[in-house]
């Protein structure tokens, strides 16, 4: 059990949006270079799980206080982990995502170096990026969007980085920043409570809505000018959910309006990849069981 622990912990579907933006940003490179998913591509989501992992840890041990308000996690409160335990993980799983980078590439270990940089300040003091407005759009954005979509091509020179898709790493940065902007706001009033400073604290509810939907309509023109018409229209539909949120006013909306497109995109990247679909199925059956056994709760939940 307690190996299902450190696993859950990891949050896992959390982890979600990471590889749904990649087979999606990689499936696109495919369709320029006539490439196939290959061994090299496994390696690559299994290192940037190592890293995210390492993050959410991180973020866990320095936010457990606006977490307990908010309800969420339980790992820390129950005891089922300790801090300590948490904050030895983070160097631990770094480390081994940045040895992987010796099958890889330069390229990617300059990612990944990123990656582990915004992990700890993401979260740590002093800096705690997450509790300043354009700190936390920013490390999301590119973390997210930007750096996962452009890790699909470890082995990028100035010769070929136009197989890339440049259009896809701005897509993503914009429609992850628009996600991440709806998230702070279930979490608002737990967060102005420990002082911190996220975009719904500063701007409130309609605010943050109004910003979410400005960066989700950006993408919606990034991709159309780029040509990706399902990515145009997953944002288009993503920009109609903000503005429902924005008319009904309910958390239920928020909640929503945050997760459909993640729901769409990760639809997108199993339909591309069939083995992906049936293993999201059985996370999210997996999840359900473990959070109803371990902590007598329903999660994860629609809205």
Avoid: C
Avoid at 141 to 158: D, I, Q
Avoid at 209 to 214: K, R, T, W
Avoid at 274 to 303: E, H, Q, S
Wanted: proline share 4%; net charge positive; charged share 15%.
């Amino acid at each position: 059990m307690k190996i299902l622990d450190w696993f859950f912990a990891a949050r896992p579907l959390l982890h979600v949006p990471v590889w749904s933006v990649f087979l999606v940003g990689l499936h696109y490179h495919h369709q320029l270079s006539g490439g196939t998913f290959q061994p090299v591509d496994l390696l690559l989501m299994v290192s940037l799980s190592l890293l995210f992992a390492a993050a959410f840890y991180v973020n866990q041990v320095f936010d457990r206080e606006s977490d307990r308000i908010n309800r969420k996690g339980g790992f820390l409160e129950s005891g089922l982990i300790s801090e300590r335990a948490m904050m030895a993980s983070y160097p631990l799983l770094s480390i081994l995502a940045l040895a992987s980078t010796l099958l890889l590439s330069a390229v990617t270990l300059v990612i990944f170096l990123q990656i582990v940089v915004l992990a700890l300040i993401y979260s740590a003091p002093p800096v705690r990026l997450k509790d300043r407005p354009a700190g936390g759009l920013f490390a999301n954005a590119y973390a997210h969007g930007f750096l996962v979509s452009l890790a699909v091509m470890p082995e990028m020179t100035m010769h070929n980085a136009g197989l890339l898709g440049w259009d896809n790493p701005f897509y993503f940065a914009l429609a992850v920043g628009a996600v991440y902007i709806l998230t702070t706001i279930p979490d608002e009033k737990g967060d102005r409570l420990t002082g911190k400073r996220t975009l719904a604290v500063i701007f409130g509810r309609t605010g943050s809505l109004v910003a979410s939907l400005v960066l989700m309509l950006a993408s919606a023109y990034v991709a159309r000018e780029s040509g990706f018409f399902l990515l145009f229209s997953l944002s288009a539909f993503a920009a109609v959910t903000i503005v429902a949120a924005l008319v009904w006013r309910t958390l239920a909306a928020v909640r929503l309006a945050a997760k459909l497109p993640l729901l769409l995109l990760t639809a997108l990247a199993g339909f591309w990849y069939p083995g992906y679909f049936v293993f999201i199925v059985a996370l999210l059956v997996g999840t359900r069981i473990y959070y109803k056994k371990r902590f007598g709760v329903v999660y994860p939940k629609v809205a």
